[in-house]
């Protein structure tokens, strides 16, 4: 009986170490989905991954991404579940502070528990790095904290993705992955005198994106967006940048590619292509129709 006891014992904790492994594994892959690596590493040399210090500039100012190694000084090393979850769902740090909506958890609030835990799996097992996070330099209205929580009051809604039932699964993955995951529309939809996007022109370009730079339209406008493009194009693009015409892609798209979806499976890929398809034209498009 003793001898059966320990056997299932052993079995158990095996079974427990081998979920946990898988569930790391997991968060490494969502890690990269969710572009961690590059808003979370400066852009200099021997920068250290996941410490921070990338300069995020924007009309409000300059805003630098923390350190989120598992640091107990300088990173994130003293967070719960708890705590991960809230900022990423609710823009809140351990502490209560709200977060400047540049982190963009107005995307991640989709994020399923599960994935999220995942990621905090994962960073949990990367090496400690003590880096003391940069200030933001903003503008003098965005000092204090209550200017974000009255942003957040007027712009912001806590909310899990749902999936769609009439659409399909590839349908519903994209939607998850460019939604929430990916954070896509941060980029490339639009925004108000207030920064909130603009969700009726969902990634139809934005004028001015990060760093001042023009983000492109990539809706299925046959003129301005990808409407030209075929799904495996697209899925090609998101593996190594490389447009219908044989082209490359350049500047901060290209990190994308390296570090978020370059990684990312081909099925994963594809339903982002597919969600792409699906969505309304861009104005341009709808007007010349």
């Not at 920068?47 to 300088?74: H, K, M, Q, V, Y």
């Not at 993955?173 to 460019?178: D, I, N, S």
Request: glycine content about 8%.
């Amino acid at each position: 009986m003793w001898t059966r006891a320990v056997t299932a014992g052993c079995v158990l904790f095996a079974a427990a170490i081998s979920a946990q492994e898988t569930r790391i594994e997991r968060g490494e892959y969502l890690l990269q989905a969710a572009g961690c690596i590059s808003c979370h590493t400066a852009d200099e040399d021997n920068a250290l991954p996941l410490a921070g210090g990338r300069a995020l500039e924007t009309p409000f100012g300059t805003f630098f991404s923390p350190n989120i190694t598992p640091d107990r000084r300088t990173g994130i090393g003293e967070w719960t579940d708890e705590d991960f979850l809230n900022a990423l769902w609710n823009g809140l740090s351990p502490t209560g502070k709200h977060y400047y909506p540049a982190f963009p958890y107005t995307s991640y609030t989709g994020m399923t528990k599960v994935d999220a835990l995942a990621i905090k799996a994962y960073l949990f097992t990367r090496e400690p790095a003590y880096q003391v996070n940069r200030e933001n330099e903003l503008r003098w209205y965005m000092f204090t904290r209550l200017a974000p929580g009255a942003w957040k009051l007027m712009n912001f809604e806590s909310k899990r993705f749902a999936p769609d039932p009439d659409r399909g699964d590839d349908w519903n993955r994209g939607a998850y992955l460019v939604r929430h995951l990916g954070h896509c529309g941060e980029c490339h939809t639009p925004r108000n005198s207030l920064a909130k996007l603009i969700t009726e022109r969902e990634l139809a370009g934005n004028p001015d994106g990060p760093d001042g730079e023009k983000m492109p339209d990539i809706t299925p406008n046959r003129e301005t967006g990808i409407g030209r493009w075929s799904v495996d194009e697209i899925e090609l693009f998101l593996q190594i940048g490389m447009l219908p015409d044989g082209d490359f892609v350049g500047s901060l798209m290209s990190e994308v590619i390296d570090d978020n979806t370059g990684n990312l499976t081909a099925e994963d890929r594809q339903a982002i292509a597919v969600y792409l398809k699906s969505i309304p034209a861009s104005a341009t498009a709808q007007n010349s129709q």
